[in-house]
């Protein structure tokens, strides 16, 4: 086993390297860099103070030069648009900047944020709760709704039951989440019905004049609708996984062998198929996790006004701010790949039968 997990440590770093530089090669072809974004704001504001003070003529304050290499660079000073591209550092070519990105990241530095005079780590911890938050909540809850419900449907094939929960199950699964969350935020906040719940922020704003009891209350009053939200539509294809994963073991030989032994319908289920049915439920709870951390809580952060990783990634990519986006990738594919690891060594933890020593990775 300590070989496999050698092996899949080393190709961690071919694997991450790939991923950096499709990203990077992506980014650098799209068009508004952080150059372009910053000669946008630079005209803009010279058009409103030109408007404010008279009219005056514009080409008397700015120098009218021509460089095709950005998209509105016509009309600026050349030496301006020099400033600009050492301060982003694209005075330096592509293969450098990148090369240089992946030696910072060894180091662990992550460098600052173009707009938001921050360093991109300290940006992480500080959005990491809310997205931790809503991400694990909602893996807990998911997990806790769909094994019960999934073994219950298992049990009960074919029956009303099982018919009525599948309904249930699909139209659930069919309704986006954040359509659901606007849905929400109409019924129980303070729309056209009831005002119920907070429709902002992860805690209140006199949270920390509360006692212990206080803000755990508030803390889980503010997580009740984004959490909401996200799980109604969650459980569906895990619900439907831990029922199809004990369908297929209940019609296996052990089983029958069991009944005929005079075993319990409890003792079979939970002491012999328990255990090889939730092999492949269990085993995928940190690739949930994460693909519920950090893909399914963006609209939701965004609905609710939660400040977290979600949404400080999507003001990255509006802004073009290059050193969160890249850090963000960089720390996230990290935390994906040792996850993935993880669920590999909870399928022997489960079923020590299970040999990845064996295999070729």
Do not use: C
């Not at 990148?98 to 500080?126: C, N, P, W």
């Not at 419900?149 to 099982?162: E, H, V, Y």
């Not at 920390?208 to 984004?226: C, N, Q, R, S, V």
Request: aromatic share 12%.
């Amino acid at each position: 086993m300590g070989t496999y997990i050698l092996r899949r440590l080393l190709l961690i770093i071919p694997t991450l390297l790939g991923i950096m530089l499709i990203n990077f090669l992506i980014v650098q072809a799209a068009p508004g860099g952080p150059v372009e974004q910053m000669l946008f704001k630079i005209k803009h504001h010279q058009i409103e103070a030109t408007a404010r003070f008279g009219g005056a003529d514009q080409s008397e304050t700015v120098s009218f030069s021509f460089n095709d290499q950005y998209r509105g660079a016509q009309g600026v000073d050349p030496a301006l648009i020099k400033e600009l591209e050492i301060m982003y550092g694209f005075d330096k070519p592509a293969h450098e900047r990148f090369f240089k990105m992946l030696t910072d990241y060894l180091r662990l530095d992550f460098g600052h944020s173009f707009y938001r005079d921050q360093a991109v780590i300290d940006l992480v911890i500080e959005k990491m709760p809310v997205s931790i938050s809503l991400g694990l909540w909602t893996t807990l809850l998911v997990y806790f709704i769909s094994i019960p419900l999934g073994i219950a449907k298992a049990t009960r094939d074919g029956s009303r039951f099982d018919v009525w929960t599948s309904a249930i199950v699909i139209v659930g699964y069919a309704i986006p989440g954040f359509l659901l969350a606007v849905l929400l935020i109409v019924l129980f906040s303070g729309g056209s019905f009831f005002t119920l719940f907070p429709l902002r922020g992860l805690v209140s704003d006199n949270w920390a004049e509360l006692d212990l009891m206080g803000k755990i209350l508030d803390y889980f009053w503010h997580l009740t609708l984004p959490i909401l939200s996200m799980v109604i539509g969650g459980f569906a294809t895990l619900t439907m996984l831990t029922k199809n994963s004990f369908l297929d073991e209940i019609n296996k030989q052990y089983v029958i062998t069991a009944r005929a032994k005079g075993l319990s319908e409890k003792r079979i289920l939970y002491g012999h198929i328990f255990r090889n049915a939730m092999l492949i439920v269990i085993a995928g709870f940190p690739s949930a996790f994460i693909g519920i951390l950090f893909t399914s809580s963006l609209l939701i952060e965004v609905i609710f006004s939660l400040d977290g990783l979600g949404l400080l990634g999507f003001e990255a990519t509006v802004n073009r701010d290059y050193p969160i986006m890249f850090g963000t990738l960089f720390i996230f594919s990290l935390l994906g790949l040792v996850l993935n690891l993880i669920s590999d060594l909870i399928y022997v933890l489960i079923d020590p039968r299970i040999d990845f020593e064996s295999r070729q990775v």
